[in-house]
């Protein structure tokens, strides 16, 4: 019998975990006028920004992820930008997929300024989060006083129709809201271990897996307040509105994300028609 290895030959190290490809894609679009005109646009691999024609004459921007999903050491960066009276919506192509993750974050930073009394709506489509999943999400706004703003995030945990439960996955979810170079809201929200488990404490989530914050900025974000709470009695999950001084906050709370899209939705479609004076179309890509 023969050893596998003679005693001259060095010893075999360890293997380590291969290193693999990450994602570090950007976007960035910026429109002017009343014409909403693009004036700027970048991309680099996976991001890229779709411009849709519309019937109706609005703009729309889609962004999309061509690779499919996220996980660790993923970073993407969007910056959309809107000035000078431009009413533009903002969506993504599809809900971004969150991936188990082998240790690192994936990272999904939006930078949004508005000036010039333009109006921008920043209306992605879910994030779904996968046992294993970390991610670490940003959204900084920069706004000044005769501008105005709709913006939301939502968040699915798991895969509710495969029987998915998040035993072990991290959350940071972190929104930064300046106006005229002021902070005026900052709002962070860690979930990190369990998720099953935190998520059925009253004081977290209650039992939801299907959460959503839409915020509200402009110089008449008060005079909506009425309105957004009777929208908000329509909903079948948990809801509420909160008012700053020029910003409402509204969050959703779901039982799975079927039911979190139709309040969003229903929510949606009165409230754009009361902010633009006239019915506004959800995304036609949120139909797909």
Partial sequence: MYAAISRSDPPIPPQQPRRLQRLSGRARASFSGAGSRLVDLYQSNPCRVLLPRRRDGNVEAVLLNTAGGITDGDRLDYAIAAHDGATVTVTTQAAEKVYRSRGAEAEVHSHLIISGGAFLEWLPQESILFNGAALARKTDIEIDGGSRLLAMDWLLLGRLASGERLDSANLHDRWRLR???????????????????????????????????????????????????????????????????????????????????RDVETFLTSFRAVLHGQPRPLPRVWAC
Wanted: proline share 5%; net charge positive.
């Fill in 179 to 261: 106006r005229d170079g002021k902070l005026i809201w900052a709002d962070d929200f860690r979930l990190n271990g369990d998720l099953e488990t935190l998520a059925q404490r009253p004081s977290l989530l209650h039992g939801a897996r299907a959460l959503a914050t839409l915020i509200y900025v402009a110089p008449d974000a008060s005079a909506h307040l009425e309105t957004a709470r009777r929208l908000l009695l329509k909903t079948t999950g948990r809801a509420g509105v909160s008012e700053r001084p020029g910003l409402l906050i509204c969050r959703f709370l779901g039982p799975d994300g079927l039911a979190l899209r």
